[in-house]
């Protein structure tokens, strides 16, 4: 049974470029999350999609968007890249409905900004 | 909003050792919390979790209770082994259900 899967497992860009990350959420989820963790730190929540749709946000910028696919895989975009977007990126499934549904990471993306 | 407070690291403890990794919350409503593993180049695993007062999470020689009165959900295994050597993040899941608010983490070094 996979786990979560997310692509690629590191990239480098450099300021001002846009970025896409991917995530395949664990068989049987319907619910993805992403976190930040920048180096040192917890992750912090970015955001949630289910359905298809953003169900909460953290307190992140516009820069930072995501998409669902009718699969339940999903994207993380971010524009403008900063210096500062240098960090792991999570993504987290689980399956909604179900009370206290454990989330499950994968192993992240490690995007570097130069 | 939602906060979650753990010890600064790093915890060096030699082998066999006893830990405590101290974690308390702020929160509204009734959170679950749960206990997150990070290994050297990996993701977060699910170490453990409780859903409400007085429950303790339990799993590999861990555990945690998850104290209302105090707010807090401190982490504790009565033997190290070097293998447990990773950081660790307390975290919660508030009424909604939506997001994980995590705390800044603790490294533990365990030495042979």
Known sequence: DAGVTQSPTHLIKTRGQQVTLRCSPKSGHDTVSWYQQALGQGPQFIFQYYEEEERQRGNFPDRFSGHQFPNYSSELNVNALLLGDSALYLCASSLLGVAVSA???????RLSIL | GDSVTQME???????EACLTINCTYTATGYPSLFWYVQYPGEGLQLLLKATKADDKGSNKGFEATYRKE???????????????????????????????????????????
């Open chain 2, 9 to 15: 690291g790093p915890v060096t403890l030699s082998e």
């Open chain 1, 103 to 109: 989330q499950h990471f994968g192993d992240g993306t």
């Open chain 2, 70 to 112: 105090t707010t807090s959900f401190h982490l504790e295994k009565g033997s190290v082994q070097v293998s447990d050597s990773a950081v660790y993040f307390c975290a919660l899941i508030n009424n909604a259900g939506n997001m994980l608010t995590f705390g800044g983490g603790t490294r533990l070094m365990v030495k042979p």
